[in-house]
């Protein structure tokens, strides 16, 4: 089946730093790649769509320059939390399927817990 | 605006006991549904989905869930519930707009007791 896969799994960083998250697709490629944040006892939330060879389209009130997003090849997307500071501690999933079965549910990834100290 | 809207927030139930966890969702137009769950520690899988045919679907572990499109509902239930059911459980729609895109619900917790 669909794997994709996530890492780190566990970052910590200072605040200020910045922080690259990515995403793979193992077995199949993806045009699309979603990212999500989970906070604690709450939902996922949709950041933003993640689309290889073109730009990102963003959710409402998502910053776009703060998390970067680049799906540069049809396995890989990556988030760039940049400039973090404590407040974007999270947990980040990424989510795909192959072209044409996101009606039959998207795979996703274990997620990174984001650390800003 | 598009949204999912899971009412039960902590369901606590008892081995055996019957499970039904409430989803609506908002949006008129072409959807797909979904239930992941989410166990301890671990990441979300797919429980089951909805994307045309018959209303009734089953998944894995004995769940099914029922879409009634007038009602914009999609419960997931199961008959008699396992202590290893305690688990996260999301309900999901792909709606299509301009793209593609899947909205979460708030998710429910649920903890079986033994």
């Known amino acids: 089946g669909a794997v994709v896969s996530q890492h780190p799994s566990r970052v910590i960083c200072k605040s200020g730093t910045s922080v690259k998250i990515e995403c793979r697709s193992l077995?199949?490629?993806?045009?699309?790649m979603f990212w999500y944040r989970q906070f604690p006892k709450k939902s996922l939330m949709l950041m933003a769509t993640?689309?290889?060879?073109?730009?990102?389209?963003?959710e409402q009130g998502v910053e776009k320059d703060k998390f970067l997003i680049n799906h540069a090849s049809l396995t890989l997307s990556t988030l760039t939390v940049t400039s973090a500071h404590p407040e974007d501690s999270s947990f980040y999933i990424c989510?795909?399927?192959?072209?044409?079965?996101?009606?039959?549910?998207?795979?996703f990834g274990s997620g990174t817990r984001l650390t800003v100290v | 605006a598009q949204s999912v809207s899971q009412h039960n927030h902590h369901v606590i139930l008892s081995e055996a006991a019957s499970l039904e966890l409430g989803c609506n969702y908002s949006?008129?137009?072409?959807?797909?549904l979904f239930w992941y769950v989410q166990y301890p520690g671990q990441h979300l899988q797919l429980l089951l989905k909805?994307?045309?045919?018959?209303?009734l679907v089953k998944g894995i572990k004995g769940f099914e869930a029922e879409f009634i499109k007038s009602k914009f509902s999609f419960n997931l239930r199961k008959p008699s519930v396992q202590w290893s059911d305690t688990a996260e459980y999301f309900c999901?729609?792909?709606?299509?707009?301009?793209?593609?895109?899947?909205?979460f619900g708030s998710g429910t917790r649920l903890s079986i007791r033994p």
């Open positions: 989510s795909a399927a192959p072209p044409g079965q996101g009606d039959y549910g998207y795979t």
């Open positions: 077995d199949f490629q993806a045009t699309t």
């Open positions: 993640s689309n290889e060879g073109s730009k990102a389209t963003y």
């Open positions: 949006y008129g137009g072409t959807v797909n």
């Open positions: 909805y994307f045309s045919g018959d209303p």
């Open positions: 999901a729609v792909n709606v299509y707009s301009s793209a593609s895109k899947i909205i």
